[in-house]
């Protein structure tokens, strides 16, 4: 899997709160693949991540939001974890961010609670897609087709449905970047 995503940015949006092995092990298998990554965050500086049942690691953020564009990135990763995605979906240019990438086809990966942001957007109606078991009703209300599978791909959208599912997740993630856009 080497160098089969050389040339690519990847942007990893969070904020404080976000499930910690959600974004260090996608991170890590992206970099292995040979995409440079950005943690991005609303505020600049640092996240504090929480590790299951208690907080985390601090990761240092690359890039402020409001000094970045979604043109410059080739796709976006959205990490779980409760907190950090109610957290995002409350902020308009984080919804007006991740809604470029979906406008445009480009592969995005939500993992666990991550959808929640994605329904702001207002663009995952008609998709197929999982997540955490407790946003099962969210994201139908919204108009996904949501099931209860390991991992679901979407026309570039990948989605999974908590940290035991990061192998099969990080996988088609990969596979989804690696093809680029894809018509919505």
């Not at 445009?104 to 942001?117: E, L, Q, R």
């Not at 139908?140 to 087709?145: F, L, T, V």
């Not at 599978?149 to 596979?175: C, Q, W, Y």
Request: negative net charge; proline residues 4%; charged residues 30%.
């Amino acid at each position: 899997m080497a160098n089969k995503l050389d040339g690519k940015k990847v942007a990893i949006l969070v904020t404080d709160g976000f499930e910690q092995v959600e974004l260090t092990e996608p991170k890590k298998a992206l970099e292995e693949a040979g995409a440079q990554t950005h943690i991005i965050a609303p505020k600049g500086g640092e996240v504090k991540g929480w590790n299951h049942t208690d907080w985390g690691d601090t990761l240092k953020v690359d890039k402020q939001l409001n000094s970045v564009n979604a043109d410059e990135y080739h796709a976006l990763l959205l990490p779980g974890g409760v907190m950090n995605p109610d957290k995002l979906r409350g902020d308009k240019d984080v919804v007006a961010f991740v809604s470029k990438f979906m406008e445009a086809g480009k592969p995005v990966a939500a993992i666990c609670h991550g959808p929640w942001t994605l329904i702001e957007t207002g663009k995952v109606k008609g998709k197929k897609m999982t997540s955490y078991h407790t946003l099962k009703t969210d994201l139908k209300n919204a108009g996904a087709d949501w099931v209860d599978e390991e991992v679901v791909v979407d026309n570039g959208l990948v989605t999974s449905r908590n940290p035991d599912d990061i192998p099969a997740f990080n996988k088609k993630m990969i596979e989804e970047i690696a093809e680029g856009r894809h018509d919505r």
